[in-house]
């Protein structure tokens, strides 16, 4: 099957700082998606990008499709921006995540 | 709207114990979902059905059974439970073209 690799692995940030977080795949996809892991275990869809760009408020995704790869920007982070973000591939073959924590 | 629902939301069993998880959507979605989620890892799908009447395996489906018992509800069934098997689990749901998911609060279940 497809593998998905995220990086980091962990991202500390101050509140109002921008960050990027990546998403790799071994395989050309259909679907990926991006979510968000609360601290609470509650998962949100964030994204459904298989290519190109699309914006929601202070996040944003764009997939390199030719290239293997996603990005998802998170500007002005916010305390509530904390939590696991994943990326996840056709078969629904998530990565092991992003896990981003952001101080006051 | 309350989107999808899992029951119960914690659960322990013993080794050899049989239980069934339920999960229900009112979003009229075609596809529906079962994942687990171990310590620090990703999510693993178990099983998945496409629309009412089917379901194919997952990454990982052994010592599972699931039925879509109608376009609403999507069971997922551990007939011989097993420490392995303590984790969290989701369910979720997406319409067939948007792919999008949605996911349920979670059942965290320990064998022991």
């Known amino acids: 099957g497809i593998q998905v690799e995220q990086s980091p692995p962990d991202l500390i940030l101050q509140e109002g700082a921008n960050s990027t977080l990546r998403c790799n795949f071994s395989?050309?996809?259909?679907?990926l998606q991006w979510f968000h892991q609360n601290p609470w275990g509650q998962l949100i869809n964030l994204f459904y990008?298989?290519?190109g760009t699309k914006q929601n408020g202070r996040l944003s995704a764009t997939t390199v499709a030719t290239e293997r790869y996603s990005l998802l920007y998170i500007s002005s982070s916010q305390t509530t921006d904390s939590g696991v973000y994943f990326c996840?591939?056709?078969?629904?073959?998530f990565g092991a995540g992003t896990r981003l924590t952001v101080k006051p | 709207n309350a989107g999808v629902t899992q029951t119960p939301k914690f659960q322990v069993l013993k080794t050899g114990q049989s239980m069934t998880l339920q999960c229900a959507q009112d979003?009229?979605?075609?596809?529906m979902y079962w994942y687990r989620q171990d310590p620090g890892m990703g999510l693993r799908l178990i099983y998945y059905?496409?629309?009412?009447?089917?379901?194919d395996k997952g990454e990982v489906p052994n010592g599972y059974n699931v039925s879509r018992l109608n376009k609403r509800e999507f069971s997922l069934r551990l007939e011989s439970a097993a420490p392995s098997q303590t984790s969290v689990y989701f369910c979720?749901?997406?319409?067939?073209?948007?792919?999008?998911?949605?996911f349920g609060p979670g059942t965290r279940l320990t064998v022991t």
């Open positions: 395989d050309s996809v259909n679907n």
């Open positions: 996840a591939v056709d078969d629904m073959r």
């Open positions: 059905s496409a629309s009412e009447g089917t379901t």
């Open positions: 979003m009229n979605h075609n596809s």
């Open positions: 990008i298989p290519s």
């Open positions: 979720a749901s997406s319409h067939r073209e948007t792919y999008e998911q949605y």
